[in-house]
C-alpha cells in the first residue's frame, strides 16, 4: 500500500476496531491491513493500537495520530471534490495574456457572448506585446502571433496571420496608380519600428522575389497606429489582414498589388493559442479556445469579408 492508503486503513480499522472490518470494507485480505498498520508504527516509531483478542485500542499516540489523520483525509477529498468538479464543466479564474492591439480589435468584441455563455468563468485578462513565460506568471492561455519558439508549450493553431500592402486613395490620386513593384517605390512607406529592417519582401504569382527597401519619414511602433497612419495618407503600409480588415471593407485603404505575396521575411506565420503542457486541458481553457476558434471562422471573418482583389 501507499502511505495514503496505510493512513486510511488506519483511520478505519480505529473508527471499526478491527483490522477484519477495515480488510472487509476495502476488500483487501485481513494481512494486508495488517501490514499496513505495521509499517506505519515502524515509520512513526510508536504503537498506535493496545491489541487484545477481542478488539484493538488506540494508544495514546494513536489518539493524537487519528484526529490528524482523520483530517488530511478529509482535506483530500475536499480537494478531489473541488477538483472533479472544476473539470466537470468550465468555470473558475481564466488568466489571459493577448498581444495589445488583437486584443483590443478582435478578443474584445468576443468577451461579452463567451461571458454569458460561461458565467462561472471569471476572466483576468492581460494586454501587453511582451512574450510573458506562461508557466511563471500562472498564466492559463495566451495568444500568440507570427512563428513560435520551440518550448514544452501546447499550441492550436487558431487562424493565418497573412499581411496586406494597402494605401489610402488620397495617397494613390496624389502618386498615381500602383501595378508594379517599382510603381511602389514611388509612394511614401510607413516603417514599423517592430521590424528588424525597412524592407518588404514582394514574391509575384510565378515565385519571382523583390527585396524592396522602404523610404519614409513615418516610423511607428503599434500596429493600430500604423493603420491610423495608412488612412490618413501618409505612406502606404504593410499592415496584418487582422488589422486592415475592416479599413478596406469601408474603402478607407485600397490593397496594393493583391496578386503579390508581401511580407517581412519569408516564412508561415498563423496566430496560436499556448497552454502550459497538462494531462487533461481544463475546461475553462478548452472552453475558450473553442469558442474564439468559432468565432474567427475558416478563413477569418477579416479576410472573409474583405473586397476580392
Excluded at 154 to 170: F, N
Amino acid at each position: 500500500m501507499d502511505e495514503l492508503a496505510r493512513l486510511r486503513a488506519f483511520v478505519r480499522a480505529a473508527e471499526l476496531g478491527s483490522f477484519s472490518g477495515a480488510a472487509r470494507e476495502a476488500r483487501l485480505p485481513p494481512s494486508s491491513v495488517s501490514r499496513a498498520i505495521a509499517a506505519l508504527e515502524a515509520e512513526l516509531g510508536a504503537a498506535l493500537f493496545n491489541r487484545s483478542t477481542r478488539k484493538l485500542h488506540l494508544t495514546e499516540v494513536g489518539f493524537a495520530f487519528l484526529e490528524r489523520a482523520r483530517r488530511v483525509l478529509a482535506e483530500l477529498d475536499e480537494a478531489r471534490a473541488v477538483a472533479a468538479d472544476l473539470n466537470a464543466r468550465p468555470q473558475g479564474l481564466l488568466r489571459l495574456n493577448v498581444p495589445s492591439a488583437f486584443g483590443r480589435l478582435h478578443v474584445m468584441p468576443f468577451l461579452p457572448g463567451f461571458a454569458a455563455a460561461w458565467p462561472d468563468i471569471r476572466i483576468d485578462l492581460t494586454l501587453s506585446d511582451s512574450v510573458v513565460d506562461i508557466i511563471d506568471s500562472g498564466t492559463d492561455l495566451a495568444i500568440r502571433i507570427g512563428a513560435l519558439e520551440e518550448s514544452r508549450l501546447i499550441a492550436r493553431k487558431l487562424a493565418p496571420h497573412r499581411r496586406v500592402l494597402c494605401a489610402a486613395p488620397a495617397l494613390l490620386a496624389r502618386h498615381g496608380p500602383v501595378a508594379t513593384p517599382d510603381d511602389l517605390a514611388r509612394l511614401p512607406h510607413l516603417l514599423f519600428a517592430l521590424q528588424p529592417h525597412d524592407r518588404w519582401l514582394l514574391t509575384d504569382p510565378g515565385g519571382h522575389r523583390h527585396d524592396m527597401p522602404l523610404t519614409g519619414r513615418l516610423r511607428l511602433n503599434d500596429s493600430e497606429a500604423l493603420l491610423a497612419a495608412a488612412r490618413a495618407g501618409l505612406g502606404a503600409a504593410l499592415l496584418p489582414f487582422w488589422v486592415a480588415g475592416a479599413a478596406l471593407r469601408a474603402g478607407e485603404l485600397v490593397r496594393l498589388l493583391p496578386d503579390h505575396q508581401a511580407m517581412f521575411w519569408p516564412g508561415e506565420r498563423f496566430i496560436w493559442a499556448v497552454y502550459p503542457p497538462k494531462r487533461v486541458v481544463p475546461p475553462k481553457v478548452r472552453a475558450f479556445i473553442d469558442g474564439f476558434a468559432a468565432h474567427l471562422g475558416a478563413p477569418p471573418y477579416w479576410e472573409r469579408d474583405a473586397p476580392p482583389p
